[in-house]
């Protein structure tokens, strides 16, 4: 696992050399379709592209997405790679079957590998916590309007 995690590491912060504009047009054009066409989605898809706003202090509107990335070209997202990597802070969960030496030999590679400042911790996102009654492992996010026949309920679990 660790070397997996160097690896990938390394093969990520290759990009900033390499010359990826032909991926860059690709993937732009994709994402300005799905952003385009996320309003035509299923209610339950809509409502489950909502959670983040329930998890998280932010959310981004799909519509706002589209507009910043139709102003983005190669140039810009190029020059952007100047800030990848210099400063952050990463989180490691590990489940299942991996010792703990394992697991922390595999975090304190990639703390080197990248060699990043750590960001502080009020400049991080906010996570809204929850608190769930005994036994419960899922959160309902309400209908708003209970009465519209496209309202659907998300549960996350």
């Known amino acids: 696992l660790p070397v997996f995690v160097v690896e990938t590491i390394n093969r990520i912060k290759a990009m900033k050399t390499a010359d990826i504009k032909d991926i860059f047009e690709q993937k732009k054009e994709a994402m300005l379709q799905e ?25 981004h509107e799909r519509k706002v997405l589209r507009e910043l990335l139709q102003k983005t070209d190669y140039a810009a997202f190029k020059s952007s ?26 975090a304190t590679l990639a703390r080197e590998v990248l060699n990043i400042n750590p960001t502080k911790r009020e400049n991080l996102l906010d996570f809204r916590i929850v608190s769930l009654p005994h036994g419960e492992q899922r959160l309902d996010f309400e209908v708003e309007d209970q009465k ?5 309920l998300v549960s996350y679990f």
Do not use: P
């Open 35 to 59: 952003y385009k066409n996320f309003y035509l989605n299923q209610t339950f898809r809509l409502a489950w592209g909502q959670v983040a706003y329930h998890l998280q202090g932010v959310d």
């Open 81 to 106: 790679f100047e800030q990848w990597f210099t400063s952050g802070r990463m989180i490691w969960g590990f489940f299942g079957n991996i010792s703990v030496a394992s697991a922390i030999e595999t």
């Open 148 to 152: 519209n026949e496209n309202s659907c």
